[in-house]
């Protein structure tokens, strides 16, 4: 059965940077979309990043031009690099997996950015 491990999540200054991964397991990777979400404190989980099986990408418009999804299919594994962090992108980070109309999520990362 499918288990999402993320794992990177931290404090850092803003202007700084960090990569979050998530191993995925029990699932044919490679046929799956994958999404990073965040949720700060009395707001509403947001979509930051998407990609697709074929590694068609989308972002937040909050996050374009400073985050980037990829994934590693031999791995099982997809990362969220984060470059130019600024305080507002403090949440905590949960992995998603798609599989068909089955949705799986992560534990979740803390991640918090410092002014």
């Known amino acids: 059965q499918v288990q999402l491990v993320e794992s990177g999540g931290g404090l850092v200054q803003a202007g700084g940077s960090l990569r979050l991964s998530c191993a995925a397991s029990?699932?044919?990777?490679?046929?799956?979309?994958m999404a990073w979400y965040r949720q700060a404190p009395g707001k509403e989980r947001e979509l930051v990043a998407r990609?697709?099986?074929?590694?068609?990408?989308i972002y937040a418009d909050s996050v374009k031009g400073r985050f980037t999804i990829y994934r590693d299919n031999a791995k099982n594994t997809v990362y969220l690099q984060m470059n130019s962090l600024k305080p507002e992108d403090t949440a905590v980070y949960y992995c998603?997996?798609?599989?068909?109309?089955?949705?799986?999520w992560g534990q979740g990362t803390q991640v918090t950015v410092s002014s």
């Open positions: 998603n997996l798609g599989q068909g109309f089955n949705i799986y």
């Open positions: 029990g699932s044919i990777f490679s046929r799956n979309t």
């Open positions: 990609i697709t099986s074929g590694t068609i990408s």
